[in-house]
T-cell receptor
Framework: DQQVKQNSPSLSVQEGRISILNCDYTNSMFDYFLWYKKYPAEGPTFLISISSIKDKNEDGRFTVFLNKSAKHLSLHIVPSQPGDSAVYFCAASASETSYDKVIFGPGTSLSVIP | NAGVTQTPKFQVLKTGQSMTLQCAQDMNHEYMSWYRQDPGMGLRLIHYSVGAGITDQGEVPNGYNVSRSTTEDFPLRLLSAAPSQTSVYFC???????????FGPGTRLTVT
């Protein structure tokens, strides 16, 4: 059973518009969440993170929102640019317990259309 | 500062052969992990290590072995390759499990 879910395998957005990527998790021990971006034939690279003590974290065009009660987070990209076209992975970890694994979701492929 | 390096970049094995995927990092990170990426499955954790001499299983450990004798190196061994192990393998490191992980460029493995 997947502990981290990204239910949209793909998303297409016009350049300049907002991209919203969603992620749901089932394990209530998770308290730290990260987003990674991956281009073809490269390793993933870190994008932005959020701790469970916050409900929002912003870095330039990227904002992550966390709804703990719904076990849901989302990544907003505004405005979207063609260079944002990549696969986006949501990841979760439990920093304060002995559960020291980092679990990734299946990813969402974002296409930004010029 | 090379970051995380992986060798080889590509490998073709026959069923039943064994091999070791190499991973090294020069950032003095304690936490290292191996993932495999398959279409529609995302990045699945194979094995991980929280420090030299300490390893543990991830989500999909069967058919793989790891050891961590130094902080820098974390090799992944395929004991007897099977076609189901055809995948792209990524090694990653970070200061701790919850921190940003740095990934290597990946090894594309095909088992025939």
């Amino acid at each position: 059973d997947q502990q981290v879910k990204q239910n949209s395998p793909s998303l297409s957005v016009q350049e300049g518009r907002i991209s919203i990527l969603n992620c749901d998790y089932t394990n209530s021990m998770f308290d730290y969440f990260l987003w990674y971006k991956k281009y073809p034939a490269e390793g993933p690279t870190f994008l932005i993170s959020i701790s469970s003590i916050k409900d929002k974290n912003e870095d330039g065009r990227f904002t992550v929102f966390l709804n703990k009660s719904a076990k849901h987070l989302s990544l907003h990209i505004v405005p979207s640019q063609p260079g944002d076209s990549a696969v986006y992975f949501c990841a979760a970890s439990a920093s304060e317990t002995s559960y020291d694994k980092v679990i990734f979701g299946p990813g969402t492929s974002l296409s930004v259309i010029p | 500062n090379a970051g995380v390096t992986q060798t080889p970049k590509f490998q073709v094995l026959k069923t039943g052969q064994s091999m070791t995927l190499q991973c090294a990092q020069d950032m003095n990170h304690e936490y290292m992990s191996w993932y495999r990426q398959d279409p529609g499955m995302g990045l699945r954790l194979i094995h991980y290590s929280v420090g030299a001499g300490i390893t543990d299983q991830g989500e999909v450990p069967n058919g793989y072995n790891v050891s961590r004798s130094t902080t820098e190196d974390f090799p992944l061994r395929l004991l007897s390759a099977a076609p189901s192990q055809t995948s792209v393998y990524f090694c990653a490191s970070s200061y701790s499990p919850g921190d940003e992980q740095y990934f290597g460029p990946g090894t594309r493995l095909t088992v025939t």
